[in-house]
């Protein structure tokens, strides 16, 4: 089973995307612990931080690529699963700091303390403990987009409506979480970490430790994507994407892959949302705002929609981008160019960066192929029999 | 209605009495029609008539306001949802050709055959020699062997419709719905295709809906014509085409 899904899902391209990040994930931590500072090749360590954020971007841009490039799902509300699945790894943070909080309560979060809370919510039990976050980490966004699925893909929501109500998802919880009583810290959110199984999370080990992990994680979701898109399933997906009615005719149950699809698809945005807070330090309900979640969508369109590789490196040249010009002095107009952006793509680019190359390079090597396929042909024609036409 | 064990009618299909409006139009009116096993039947009418309605009633797209739809003798069409009615056995070819046009030609036909459609199942799917016969086959019937990995979006317009019919026989349903077959067909092609339904009736239900009288001349077949949802006239071709009123509604003077 393995080895026929591995060699099924890395092709060429593909492999090449994992050997890169591979070499990412070691190369920079190495370079960053062992070259002396200062000197030519060592990435220093906010370097280290802000990549690192990137590639939890290329995560979520991957789980957003996996609904809306193979089949058709538009959520404007994916910021939500990475938010949540921060939210978890923060609450695990938090409950880390102990007594060292600027209260020193060893049993409630400094915010709680000033609340004037008495004791922990019991929805915070269980926190304290790595393996329990790590699974609510999956278990929290998957729940939420199976139900909100279970909901919308019965009821046949679909296009801008569904769009729709996923913004008004997001945006809901925005709302509750920066409420002071929702019990997750308010409009401050979660921060002040200090160590996380241990570790110092301002080190430069545990920084570099955490961008290598984020590469693994960008590795592994890539390899369940394509696995899922290489498989017959994925070819359903396509199906539901350019022609659902057809498809239910065929005898699929369309709303059980949209549901499928989706709610993995969260469980991978969770995961990217849960490396982003170690390597930021915070998690705030900002990162429930709509735009954030229309942000990632314009990734994933740059790069190159139902690419899987485009929505990654999509990911990692807007934000580039976005740090470039944010901390220079065309920082006010960055919405005005993410906005120009997106429409020059959507005219000029319609296929984003991965797409566009490859329709170019596409029939190069088809080309390639069929005169490699003629050549063949050829050859057994002359053994059966001479050919007529000469 | 108490049809659970037993079959309240020999017919294959059997409609009675099926109302359905949209907003007090009334596009389906008391319509009544029985489909015997193995038959073929072409039903003509003019545009609006209820043809394609009564395609979606049959295949579970739209719900009937009143009236019954067997299907088998037992099964009631009206409780099930297209998912259900399509592995029952009915598929259904659409009036303007929908084939997946960013998949392969080999790939449309995978996913049309009738084999396991649970989502675990085509996760973890595995090709086997028996399907890839199949597909040989259905690439055979439907001329398209040279271009199976073509994508289906490049073919022309007569090839699309040949695509869906193959994707039917891919289904192996027992009843093939089949709406304007010919539609943008020359007339060689239009031949082809009156040939290959006639092949398929061999074995199947087959329910046709065409505009094209020469083509529904050439099938032989029973002809029902609708006119405002309901059926104006049955019989051989000769018998509906000299029918007064199908030449007033339908056919011009």
């Known amino acids: 089973m393995t080895p026929h899904v591995l060699t099924r899902s890395l092709d060429r391209g593909a492999t090449i995307f994992v050997l890169v990040v591979a070499a990412c994930g070691v190369l920079i931590p190495l370079s960053n612990l062992l070259l002396p500072a200062g000197s030519l090749f060592q990435v220093p360590t906010y370097l280290v931080a802000l990549w690192g954020k990137y590639v939890c971007y290329a995560i979520l841009a991957l789980s957003i690529d996996l609904i809306w490039g193979y089949c058709g799902i538009l959520s404007l509300g994916h910021g939500a699963f990475f938010a949540l699945g921060g939210y978890a790894m923060g609450m695990y943070l938090m409950r880390q700091i102990g007594a060292r909080g600027v209260y020193g309560n060893p049993n409630l979060p400094d915010f709680m303390v000033f609340l004037n809370w008495q004791k922990l919510p019991w929805y915070w039990s269980g926190f304290d403990m790595f393996w329990f976050a790590a699974l609510m980490v999956i278990v929290v966004p998957g729940l939420l987009a199976f139900c909100f699925g279970w909901f919308a893909f019965r009821s046949r929501v679909t296009g801008v409506y569904l769009s729709i109500i996923t913004q008004a998802m997001t945006y809901a919880l925005l709302l509750g979480f920066f409420r002071n009583d929702f019990g997750f810290g308010g409009n401050n959110g979660l921060t002040d970490f200090k160590d996380i199984l241990g570790f110092n999370v301002q080190a430069d080990g545990t920084r570099a430790a955490l961008f290598a992990l984020s590469c693994l994680g960008l590795i592994i979701a890539f390899l369940i994507c394509r696995a899922v898109v290489t498989s017959k399933l994925g070819k359903v997906l396509i199906a539901i994407r350019d022609a659902e009615s057809r498809t239910r005719f065929i005898g699929y149950r369309v709303e059980s892959y949209k549901l499928f699809v989706f709610t993995l698809s969260a469980c991978m945005a969770g995961v990217a949302g849960a490396l982003y807070v170690p390597q930021v330090g915070i998690i705030n309900p900002s990162e429930f705002a709509p735009g954030n979640s229309i942000e990632a969508v314009i990734w994933v369109a740059v790069g190159g929609?139902?690419?899987?590789?485009?929505?990654?490196?999509?990911?990692?040249?807007?934000?580039?981008?976005?740090?470039?010009?944010?901390?220079?002095?065309?920082?006010?107009?960055?919405?005005?160019?993410?906005?120009?952006?997106?429409?020059?793509?959507?005219?000029?680019?319609?296929?984003?960066?991965?797409?566009?190359?490859?329709?170019?390079?596409g029939p190069f090597k088809e080309r390639r192929l069929l005169a490699a396929d003629a050549a063949s042909a050829a050859r057994e024609d002359g053994v059966s029999e001479p050919n007529p036409a000469e | 209605m108490n049809v659970m064990d037993t079959r309240a009618t020999s017919a294959l299909l059997y409609l009675d009495g099926v109302h359905v409006s949209f907003d007090g139009f009334h596009a389906i009116n008391n319509l009544s029609l029985t489909l015997a096993p193995g038959e073929m039947r072409a039903i003509i009418g003019p545009n609006g008539a209820g043809k394609t309605t009564m395609m979606d009633i049959i295949t579970g797209k739209t719900k009937p306001d009143e009236g019954s739809v067997l299907f088998d003798g037992i099964t009631d069409l009206t409780r099930l949802d297209e998912t259900r009615i399509a592995e029952l056995g009915i598929g259904r070819k659409f009036q303007k050709p929908t084939v997946f046009e960013s998949q392969t030609i080999e790939d449309n036909l995978l996913l049309a055959l009738n084999v396991d459609h649970s989502v675990r199942g085509t996760l973890f799917w595995r090709g086997s020699k028996a399907e890839a016969e199949r597909i040989d086959r259905v690439l055979e019937i439907i001329r398209l062997t040279d271009a199976r990995r073509r994508l289906a979006g490049s073919l022309s317009h007569g090839q699309k419709q040949w695509l869906e019919i193959g994707?039917?026989?891919?289904?192996?349903?027992k009843l093939l719905l089949v709406d304007e077959p010919v539609a943008g067909m020359t007339d060689v092609e239009t031949h082809q295709t009156a040939e290959l339904l006639k092949e398929i009736n061999k074995e199947k239900t087959v329910m046709v809906v065409e505009h094209d009288m020469t083509f529904v001349r050439e099938l032989g077949v029973k002809v029902t014509c609708l006119h405002e949802g309901t059926v104006l006239a049955e019989g051989t071709i000769d018998q509906v085409s000299s029918n007064e009123r199908v030449i007033e509604v339908y056919l011009g003077r």
């Open chain 2, 167 to 173: 994707m039917l026989l891919a289904q192996d349903p």
């Open chain 1, 305 to 361: 929609r139902g690419t899987l590789a485009g929505a990654a490196l999509g990911a990692i040249v807007v934000n580039y981008a976005k740090t470039f010009f944010t901390s220079g002095p065309l920082a006010p107009y960055w919405l005005f160019m993410l906005g120009a952006l997106f429409i020059l793509v959507t005219l000029l680019l319609p296929k984003g960066i991965v797409g566009t190359f490859s329709a170019w390079w």
